[in-house]
């Protein structure tokens, strides 16, 4: 299956500041999902991201708030824009290969704590 | 989308088999069931996927009744590494899945 590599791992950031996350993928990939997942929850999808094309956000997510770019088939990146405390969390990235049928690879993860 | 149900949490012990059912009555035609498995900071792990009766690697099996509106993960003899949250996801690939609440399994020795 493909390797994720997602950085920063963790990060301590100011309120009103933004951070921008990134995943390489190891192999070429149709399309990467970004995640969210508060302590002791389980994972919440942000949004879908397509190589030339805008990414698509799921309810309760915009893109002012969390920009997401994807300049080709290995390479992500979500911003986490005008951050807030409410915004402390743990983001991931994952891809997905139909044809591998190994489902989905996800990235380690980045906690954030906006203080 | 398919909308999956799981117990919250189980308990069990060293060397016992374990078995977590999730509930996906929507399933669509061209739906896999996909199961993960998720340690403490770290992201979910694949462990086993499917699309009908039953599939068998080296950590699980997945056991899919006809009707495919359940899905079994069978973990045989669980160590205290096993403990971890399970999530079953259900999806066609083309599209996101997204993670019900998932369960919590405790291996207790």
């Known amino acids: 299956s493909a390797v994720i590599s997602q950085k920063p791992s963790r990060d301590i950031c100011q309120r009103g500041t933004s951070l921008t996350i990134q995943c390489q993928v190891d192999?070429?990939?149709?399309?990467m999902f970004w995640y969210r997942q508060q302590p002791g929850q389980s994972l919440t999808l942000i949004a879908t991201?397509?190589?030339?094309?805008?990414?698509?956000?799921e309810s309760g997510f915009v893109i002012d708030k969390f920009p997401i770019s994807r300049p080709n088939l290995t390479f992500s990146t979500l911003t986490v824009s005008n951050m807030s405390p409410e915004d402390s969390s743990i983001y991931l990235c994952?891809?997905?290969?139909?044809?591998?049928?190994?489902?989905?690879?996800f990235g380690s993860g980045t906690r954030l704590t906006v203080v | 989308l398919a909308k999956t149900t799981q117990p919250i949490s189980m308990d069990s012990y060293e060397g016992q088999e374990v078995n977590i059912t999730c509930s996906h009555n929507?399933?669509?035609?061209?739906?896999?069931i996909t199961w993960y498995q998720q340690f403490p900071s770290q992201g979910p792990r694949f462990i086993i996927q499917?699309?009908?009766t039953k599939v068998t690697n080296e950590v699980a099996s997945l056991f899919i009744p006809a009707d495919r509106k359940s899905s079994t993960l069978s973990l045989p003899r669980v160590s205290l590494s096993d403990t971890a949250v399970y999530y079953c996801?259900?999806?066609?690939?083309?599209?996101?899945?997204?993670f019900g609440a998932g369960t919590r399994l405790t291996v207790k020795p």
């Open positions: 994952s891809d997905t290969d139909r044809g591998r049928s190994y489902g989905y690879t």
């Open positions: 192999s070429q990939v149709t399309m």
């Open positions: 991201a397509n190589q030339g094309s805008e990414a698509t956000y």
């Open positions: 929507n399933i669509a035609t061209n739906d896999y």
């Open positions: 499917g699309y009908k």
């Open positions: 996801l259900v999806g066609d690939g083309d599209n996101d899945m997204r």
